[in-house]
C-alpha cells in the first residue's frame, strides 16, 4: 500500500499570503496524484487531477506540481474561502487507493 | 450536474451490519465510471471501502475485504454497501462519490454510530 505523507500538518497563514502544502509518497505514483479540499461538515472537493490539471471550476489560484514522490499544492494568495483540510490522494497502484493525513490551512 | 445522496441508519450495533445505499441523479450509472464508497472517522481523515462498475465488477480495499460488500441496482440508479460484523472503530461519515479517475463527485455524507 502506498503511503502519502503531508506537511505541515497544520499551516496558519494570513488572507493575501501564498500557502505550500507538501504531500510525500511512498514510492512513485507517476503523476497519479490528486488534491481534495475539505471544509467542516462538507464534502471533499476536487481541485487537482493528474498533479497539475485544475478541476472544473476551480480558481486559477490553486495550482499543482510534482512528479514520482513529491508534489506540492500551491495556493498563490489565500482568500477567506481556502481555509480548510486538504487533502492527496493517489491512484498509481491499487487497491486501495489512499490518501494523505491531511494539512489544515488556518487562518493566522 | 451529477448527484448522490447516502441513505441508511445512523446508529447500528456492535457486531451488526451497517447497510447503506447511494442514490445516483443527474447522470447516468451506466458510464465509464466507478461508484464508490470512502469513510471518515469524526476527526479525522479519508479511506477508501471499495467501488462497483455498472457491469458489477468491484474492487476492494484489502484492509475491509472480508467485512464488505458493495452492489448495484441499475434499474433504479443506484449502489449499496453492506459492511459486516462491525465495531465501534466503524463509526465515521461515510461518502459515496463517483470516481473517474479521481473522485469528482461525492454525496453529502451521512454519520453512522457503531454503539449499543
Known amino acids: 500500500e502506498i503511503v502519502l505523507t503531508q506537511s505541515p500538518a497544520t499551516l496558519s497563514l494570513s488572507p493575501g499570503e501564498r500557502a505550500t502544502l507538501s504531500c510525500r509518497a511512498s514510492q512513485s505514483v507517476s503523476t497519479y496524484l490528486a488534491w481534495y479540499q475539505q471544509k467542516p461538515g462538507q464534502a471533499p472537493r476536487l481541485l487537482i487531477d493528474d498533479a497539475s490539471n485544475r478541476a472544473t471550476g476551480i480558481p486559477a489560484r490553486f495550482s499543482g506540481s510534482g512528479s514520482g514522490t513529491d508534489f506540492t499544492l500551491t495556493i498563490s494568495s489565500l482568500e477567506p474561502e481556502d481555509f480548510a483540510v486538504y487533502y492527496c490522494?493517489?491512484?498509481?497502484?491499487?487497491?486501495?487507493?489512499?490518501f494523505g493525513q491531511g494539512t489544515k490551512l488556518e487562518i493566522k | 450536474q451529477v448527484q448522490l445522496q447516502e441513505s441508511g441508519p445512523g446508529l447500528v450495533k456492535p457486531s451488526g451490519t451497517l447497510s447503506l445505499t447511494c442514490a445516483v441523479s443527474?447522470?447516468?450509472?451506466?458510464?465509464?465510471?466507478?461508484w464508490s464508497w470512502v469513510r471518515q472517522p469524526p476527526g479525522k481523515g479519508l479511506e477508501w471501502i471499495g467501488e462497483?462498475?455498472?457491469?458489477?465488477?468491484?474492487n476492494y480495499n484489502p484492509s475491509l475485504k472480508t467485512r464488505v460488500t458493495i452492489s448495484a441496482d441499475k434499474s433504479r440508479n443506484q449502489f449499496s454497501m453492506n459492511l459486516y460484523g462491525v465495531t465501534a472503530a466503524d463509526t465515521a461519515v461515510y461518502y459515496c462519490a463517483r470516481r473517474g479517475p479521481y473522485f469528482d463527485f461525492w454525496g453529502q455524507g451521512t454519520l453512522v454510530t457503531v454503539s449499543s
Open positions: 443527474g447522470g447516468s450509472f451506466i458510464s465509464s465510471n466507478w
Open positions: 462497483i462498475y455498472y457491469t458489477g465488477t468491484t
Open positions: 490522494q493517489q491512484r498509481s497502484d491499487w487497491p486501495p487507493y489512499t
